[in-house]
């Protein structure tokens, strides 16, 4: 009689240093991870993936880190930043994620906040960050680096290598033989499991304590609504320091036991998905932007008959693209068929997705028309909602019962309403337990078991639509409130328009600041034959001001009068994180941005309007 499988422990109610245990013990030569370097992929069992993090435990308690401490990652995506987050984890310590590309200032705010005694960091770039800010860390006793190439000639003993690390860590394997299982044993699912800091869009960031309970709850539920398996793979690339990634590369990643792929950078992001073809793919509206910009671009590039079957192949099938694929009528799926051999599955095929069958936006508003585009050519990729307070989780777009402009129902244990004033307030075990060093900002979120989310909503249907975020809400001098992300993603449709800041509240019309796309737009204008030297020269061009002007006019078509852009100006620097005028998430800065043009912004609304034309919509006036 063949034996049954074994069966892995309850998902939601099991620590994840517990299920990758599980993992390497019942499937330990199965392939977890797999890293690319030097253009080869490096597989990782989980059985390695598991004696990795042990390592990295016993090598934490040589150094007498233990229960309750913090350790912070700094550092890209890589296999060792997973091997140290399961690893601070075995060792029943707290790990805390922060931003490789922030500034000194922020990434000293981060570990001085949180406590850190030591820092896990990927590089010679990360480590004289830390070396800068070194009198400003009291509590941080050690610096280890993972890669320690250029760092030959450095004598401090508050840095070690990674190396070092795991050398005193297999060291003390032998001395403490037990202390993996002993640690098991004491875990209990409801302590910090790990400490993520919220963007900062608004203020300071504030370190969400998230717990074993509230990442396995997040795990659980996104198996059970997108029935993850072995079989599925994904790219991890998006920061490990945010609850997004984590939530596909580490909490459904051993959850699930999804094959998570490490490329060499971000910079190969669009090679590295053509050559793995994963089936999940999750993605910031940033990327799916860039996609459909990228899309765009090449079709101007191609012209003639390839132009012209795309075209045709989109007005086909675009019609239809929002109906359940259980609801096409026959012809409808001869249409696609079509239309899918003749031209979409070769643009799948260049964009890495073909093989895909999750894929998900979220981390930000993103706008229903570019959906309709990604669905239109059979990549249908549904909108979640989910909060650094929820573990990731919280409501996915349900691809049998779809409602465009919303986030879809809420997820398995989440519950969901709408407060009086429009707030929408969560509850359910996957909410986080507070903000670390904040009892005034935890009690005020945390209110009678619910989580005020800080967002506004709409329920249809049993369905939730993000209005926006409630300390964002423009009121206009007609006494209109509108959301200015809902209007912002709607301009960034275009592939020319990389950001755009609406202003207006209070004010009789809505203005805004726009940063072109300058991959986009130097293209355009080279393919134009257009002179240019740099970001400012091709900002300042009258030409570049007419072709943003004719895709805010588009852009202003899609909403209601009151909602379109009646004035704005072209800015001569691309927004910057490093200038305070966005996240390390790439999040506008929406208050720094006001006070910074605060001046330019005024003088939008020095300048009367264009009249209406003839159909009674106005029409925008570019400034730089």
């Known amino acids: 009689m063949t034996a049954l499988p074994p069966t892995i422990p309850p998902i939601a109610e099991t620590p994840l240093t517990a299920l990758l245990q599980w993992r390497a013990q019942h499937q330990g030569s199965a392939i977890a991870l797999r890293q690319k370097d030097h253009g080869i992929w490096k597989p990782v069992t989980w059985a390695g993936y598991l004696d990795a ?70 590089d010679q770039e990360q480590a004289d960050k830390l ?42 394997r032998k001395t403490a033989p037990n202390m993996i299982r002993d640690n098991l044993a004491q875990q209990d699912i409801d302590d910090v499991a790990l400490m993520v800091y ?135 799926r001869l249409k696609f068929l079509v239309s899918y051999w003749l031209v979409f599955r070769a643009l799948q095929n260049q964009l890495g997705l073909r093989r895909a069958r999750i894929m998900l936006s979220g981390a930000a508003p993103i706008s229903p028309e570019l959906l309709k585009f990604f669905r239109a050519i059979g990549l249908h990729v549904r909108e979640a909602f989910g909060m650094t307070e929820t573990a990731a989780l919280g409501f996915m777009q ?111 019309y809505l203005t805004a600041l726009i940063q072109i796309d300058y991959d986009n737009v130097a293209n355009w204008a080279e393919r134009k034959g257009l002179g240019f030297t740099n970001f400012r020269n091709l900002a300042e061009s009258n030409e570049v001001r007419v072709l943003v002007d004719t895709e805010v006019a588009m852009a202003n078509e899609r909403v209601a009068r009151v909602a379109g852009v009646k004035q704005f100006v072209l800015l001569a620097k691309e927004l910057d994180h490093d200038d305070d005028e966005m996240t390390a998430t790439q999040k506008i800065r929406r208050h720094n941005i006001h006070e910074k043009y605060a001046d330019l912004i005024e003088s939008l609304y020095q300048m009367a309007p264009q009249p209406a034309d003839v159909n009674g919509s106005e029409t925008s006036t570019a400034r730089t």
């Open 53 to 122: 993090a042990e390592t990295i435990a016993h090598g934490l308690a040589a150094l007498d880190i233990g229960v309750g401490a913090h350790v912070a990652v700094l550092s890209e995506n890589r296999k060792e930043w997973v091997f140290a987050q399961m690893g601070i984890g075995l060792a029943r310590a707290v790990c805390v994620g922060t931003y490789p590309t922030s500034p000194a200032d922020e990434v000293a705010h981060v570990l001085e906040h949180s406590q850190c005694v030591a820092v896990i960091c990927e």
């Open 131 to 172: 070396l800068e800010l070194k009198d400003q860390l009291a509590s941080v006793r050690q610096v280890i680096v993972i890669d320690m190439k250029g760092m030959r000639t450095y004598d401090d003993p508050w840095l070690m290598s990674f190396d070092a690390l795991m050398a005193e860590g297999a060291r003390h």
């Open 198 to 332: 919220t963007s900062g869009s608004t203020g300071k960031p504030k370190g969400a304590m998230l717990t074993w309970r509230n990442i396995s709850v997040a795990a659980a539920s996104a198996i059970d609504a997108n029935h993850f398996t072995g079989s599925d793979s994904c790219v991890s690339y998006l920061p490990l320091c945010h609850v997004a990634e984590q939530l596909i590369t580490v909490t459904t990643g051993i959850g699930a036991g999804i094959q998570v792929n490490f490329g060499e950078s971000l910079r190969t992001i669009q090679s590295d998905l053509r050559e793995i073809a994963p089936t999940t793919f999750l993605a910031v509206p940033r990327i799916w932007e860039k996609m459909h910009s990228t899309v765009r671009v090449k079709l101007e590039e191609a012209g003639g008959i390839r132009r012209w079957l795309f075209n045709r192949a989109y007005a086909t099938c675009e019609p239809f693209c929002e109906v359940a694929h259980k609801d096409w009528s026959l012809g409808q």
């Open 398 to 508: 349900d691809a049998n019962h779809y409602i465009s402009g919303t986030v879809g129902f809420p997820l398995a244990m989440v519950e969901a309403k709408v407060a009086a004033d429009g707030e929408l307030l969560m509850r359910g075990p996957m909410v986080f337990k507070g903000y670390y060093r904040d009892v005034a900002a935890t009690a005020d979120t945390l209110r009678d078991g619910w989580l005020y989310t800080g967002d506004l909503a709409e329920e249809i249907d049993g369905q939730f639509r993000i209005v926006g975020r409630k300390k964002e809400i423009l009121i206009t001098a007609g006494g209109k409130n509108l959301s200015p992300a809902e209007i912002e993603n709607n301009l960034k449709v275009s592939p020319y328009i990389k950001e755009a800041i609406v202003c207006g509240d209070g004010k009789p």
